[in-house]
């Protein structure tokens, strides 16, 4: 719930539950999803996301978008 509670935009992420079996045994697991029309793709669900490897992953989508992110002081998520 790390990811949701650093979400800054209310809806971005949200939770399913899903059934895995293994070995027989089925267990009940939420999984975090991401919906991309209101995602800004600060990136902030992936650095306090515990799971490793993280569970969502942020990808931005053009170099526009970055210099969009940069004119609000967003640097998580900028290549390497």
């Given at each position: 719930l790390e990811c949701l509670a650093a979400c800054p935009i209310s809806g971005a992420?949200?939770?399913t539950e899903e059934s895995i079996t293994f070995?027989?045994?089925t267990n009940t697991t939420r999984v975090p999803h991401v919906n991309e029309e209101l995602c800004v793709a600060c990136g902030l669900c992936t650095?306090?996301?515990?799971a490793r490897p993280e569970a969502i992953t942020v990808h931005l989508a053009s170099e526009a978008w970055m210099t969009e992110l940069s004119g609000i002081g967003c640097t998580v998520g900028r290549s390497r």
């Open positions: 992420i949200y939770w070995r027989g045994r650095k306090t996301c515990p």
